[in-house]
């Protein structure tokens, strides 16, 4: 694993969990986390469920620990008034978290960061959300589609304005139809806000590596941001 000394300006190292594989080292994981970690993991109905939330922040730790100079075990968080985390210890190091299925996805940077991962799989409100929460350019971008594309678009334009969602730290404070997000499969960027903060030319929006089921997108403060794509294996506990 590469020290923190290489996590470079404009650096942004997109982590993924395979939460399957995580699974035998349940007991060691549990260990890393916090009583609050714990008693939120136990409050899961669903076994799976509760893996999932085991081994995802059981290796956030673990990588958090290595680029912080930490023991996985010792990290404690804070939280921003919107609710995104983050390390009091060592401002300098940015990260968000994502879930979905049997798959998490980490993003660490030294510059505003948020990611996020969607299993696909049918979705019969798309349409009630897409006209709810997305902006009016996004769902002209939709209708524009053929029937059996427009899964696949709705969860690429929804990836793309949660990370970017996440990044600015903002929470549902930023309306998500105030932003606007390209849907096609290959390009992905920040089109439009309105706000004059989150001007385009200034983020960057990207699809990230994922399964074939999956759709996936980090947004990063820094249009020239690099991308580096690593698996985690629980080799640190």
Known sequence: MRSPSLLENGDVHIWQIDVEGGIPYLPQLWDLLSLSERSRACRFARE????????????????????SNQDPAAISFSTSPEGKPFLPSNRDIEFNLSHAHRLAVLAIARTRVGIDIEHLRSLADAEWIAERFFSHHERIQLQGLRADEKLVAFYRCWTRKEAFLKATGKGLSLPLNSFSVSTGLDEAELIHAELGEYEPALWKIANISTPHNYVGAVAIEGARAHLMHKVWTPICI
């Open 48 to 67: 799976e469920d509760q893996h999932q939330y085991i081994v995802s922040h059981g290796a956030l730790r673990c990588l958090l620990a290595c680029y």
